[in-house]
Nanobody, 127 residues
Framework: QVQLAESGGGSVQTGGSLRLSCTAS????????MGWFRQAPGKEREGVAL???????KYADSVKGRFTVSKDRAKKTLHLQMDSLSPEDTATYYC?????????????????????WGAGILVTVSS
């Protein structure tokens, strides 16, 4: 089993920044992808950013140029730097991981399907 723990959420005003972190433990190794997903009230969960086991990164169009993912492989931690936040970014953000590259990318497009998920962390952006 893999455990994922998110941290860094909170409230910020429009235009502000937040940094989320996700630390993996248990059976996690660097052959797993890690990614960030989010679910806004009344909406389906969507992929935000994905870092695969080779270090390739994929972003949702809605966050390109504003969000940046970085991975500390030694600490098994994935960071999400979120800049120029807007109220549309308000959501519960989830960290996810999976050992299968195929499941990582297909899950990113669908918003579900990865094997391991964190509990989620709330990000609120006020206008």
């Amino acid at each position: 089993q893999v455990q994922l723990a998110e941290s860094g959420g909170g409230s910020v005003q429009t235009g502000g920044s937040l940094r989320l972190s996700c630390t993996a433990s248990g059976a996690f190794d660097n052959g797993h992808c890690m990614g960030w997903f989010r679910q806004a009230p009344g909406k389906e969960r969507e992929g935000v950013a994905l870092s695969d086991s080779d270090g390739h990164i994929k972003y949702a169009d809605s966050v390109k140029g504003r969000f940046t993912v970085s991975k500390d492989r030694a600490k098994k931690t994935l960071h999400l730097q979120m800049d120029s936040l807007s109220p549309e970014d308000t959501a519960t953000y989830y960290c996810a991981a999976d050992p299968s590259t195929y499941d990582c990318y297909s899950g990113f497009l669908r918003g579900y399907g990865l094997d391991y998920w964190g509990a989620g962390i709330l990000v609120t952006v006020s206008s």
